[in-house]
């Protein structure tokens, strides 16, 4: 990523964060992180690595959706949901060739 762009995912990040009602100290304080944390992600310096809830909690706080959350912090360059169909289709062929496909769920 150049400057360029890491200018405009920071931008879109500091918009994103100054239509929330809430201040970061009470982001964190609700998402259970501490202030410099959310005021490192707000300035784009580092992105959240959560736990599930702890996600859910910043989604919450932020009015978004969990997509729009991994959209908003994601680095352009990366495409975490291609490299992750691609890392199960591996697992699944590998279960094919042992002889032990995945169960289809019943409905």
């Known amino acids: 990523m150049d400057k360029e762009e890491k200018h405009n995912k920071k931008s879109k990040i500091m918009e994103y964060f100054s239509k929330v009602s809430f201040s970061q100290e009470e982001i964190a304080s609700f998402v259970g992180v501490n202030r410099n944390t959310?005021?490192?992600?707000?300035?784009?310096?580092?992105?959240?690595?959560?736990?599930?809830?702890?996600?859910?909690?910043?989604c919450i706080a932020m009015k978004c959706s969990l997509q729009e959350l991994v959209d908003l912090f994601q680095p352009?360059?990366?495409?975490?949901?291609?490299?992750?169909?691609?890392?199960?289709?591996?697992i699944t062929s590998k279960r094919k060739k042992r002889g032990r496909p995945f169960k289809k769920e019943e409905s």
Do not use: Y
């Open 38 to 58: 959310v005021s490192e992600w707000r300035n784009g310096r580092s992105i959240p690595n959560l736990d599930p809830a702890r996600t859910a909690r910043l």
């Open 76 to 90: 352009e360059e990366s495409t975490p949901s291609l490299e992750l169909h691609e890392e199960l289709e591996k």
